[in-house]
């Protein structure tokens, strides 16, 4: 046997039910998102030498440096981010064949 109880459901909590709805709905799709965007984001070059690098750029920008000053140190950094079998002074001493 069923009973009945009144009216049906209050006001509130159809309020309550719809707010708890996009509560989760939103979390969800946010979550997705985080996750998306997180996992096809590029890895950013950090260390030294980018950070070298951009300001090289500026300081060439701003005009402190000419092109070939610019040209020498931007070879400079690029070298240092390479392993290097000998050092540059040892590599001009060696006797050429």
């Given at each position: ?11 509130w ?38 950070d ?46």
């Amino acid at each position: 046997m069923m009973w009945y109880w009144g009216g049906g459901v209050h006001w509130w909590s159809w309020l309550l039910g719809l707010s708890v709805m996009v509560l989760f709905w939103g979390i969800v799709v946010w979550a997705v998102w985080y996750l998306v965007s997180s996992l096809l984001q590029r890895p950013e070059r950090s260390g030294p030498p980018s950070d070298a690098k951009r300001i090289l750029d500026e300081r060439l920008a701003r005009g402190e440096i000419d092109a070939g000053e610019y040209e020498r140190l931007r070879d400079l950094i690029a070298e240092e981010g390479r392993p290097a079998p000998q050092s540059r002074q040892a590599a001009e001493a060696a006797p050429k064949r």
